[in-house]
């Protein structure tokens, strides 16, 4: 039994759109990234471009989880002694909005000639709007922004028994509650029991 090789050219590209308003960074990249490598096909063939093309909107209107706008930093060199620039991911953002997805796309594609190939399928806009209404891009739904917490509590035994997770699910209309001292896990000291 052979397996399949995709050929040059043998496979038609595909064009989507995403709207990154209100996404978190990490979570639209490892989205996009497989889109532009073509793992999202059974046709995957790791020696030859057989990805699409990904077109995302509003790139100024991502962002991140914490405090990373002031603790991340981005590093370039200029290429002179004494050349290295650390910028804040707040200042890239604010000079270069659509750098930052980039960036985090690109760490994430294959670090040679293809790699930068298939970045270059990555069209990225400031605003709703792109010129690329002719191909008929097909709308992809960006992975929801933030997690959200599952609810289980740990429950403390009386014994010196290990805690096992009690689930149990929040109400749609009220938050889940913010764990306790005395529902908190208790730290294990030993390996023997």
């Given at each position: 039994m052979n397996c399949y090789q995709a050929k040059a050219g043998e496979l038609t590209k595909q064009?989507?759109?995403?709207?990154?308003?209100?996404?978190?960074?990490?979570?639209?990249?490892?989205?996009i990234a497989p889109i532009l490598m073509g793992k999202h096909r059974p046709t995957?063939?790791?020696?030859?471009?057989?990805?699409?093309?990904?077109?995302?909107?509003?790139?100024?209107?991502v962002v991140f989880t914490g405090n990373k706008w002031q603790q991340k930093f981005y590093q370039r060199y200029t290429g002179h002694p004494g050349g290295q620039i650390d910028e804040q991911a707040w200042k890239l953002f604010k000079?270069?909005?659509?750098?930052?997805?980039?960036?985090?796309?690109?760490?994430?594609?294959?670090?040679?000639?293809?790699?930068r190939h298939m970045l270059s399928k990555l069209k990225l806009y400031v605003g709703s709007e792109h010129p690329h209404q002719a191909q008929g891009?097909?709308?992809?739904?960006?992975?929801?922004?933030?997690?959200?917490?599952?609810?289980?509590?740990?429950?403390?035994?009386?014994?010196?028994?290990?805690?096992?997770?009690?689930s149990t699910p929040a109400p749609a209309s009220?938050?889940?509650?913010?764990p306790t001292?005395?529902?908190?896990?208790?730290?294990?000291?030993?390996g023997t029991e």
């Open positions: 064009w989507y759109v995403i709207d990154a308003t209100d996404v978190v960074v990490g979570r639209l990249a490892t989205q995957y063939t790791p020696h030859i471009d057989t990805g699409d093309f990904v077109i995302v909107t509003n790139v100024d209107k000079r270069r909005p659509e750098r930052i997805l980039q960036l985090a796309v690109q760490r994430m594609m294959p670090k040679n000639k293809i790699g891009p097909i709308p992809l739904e960006a992975v929801d922004g933030r997690p959200v917490p599952t609810g289980a509590l740990f429950v403390p035994s009386a014994k010196a028994a290990p805690s096992k997770p009690v009220e938050p889940a509650p913010a001292e005395s529902t908190a896990a208790p730290e294990s000291t030993s």
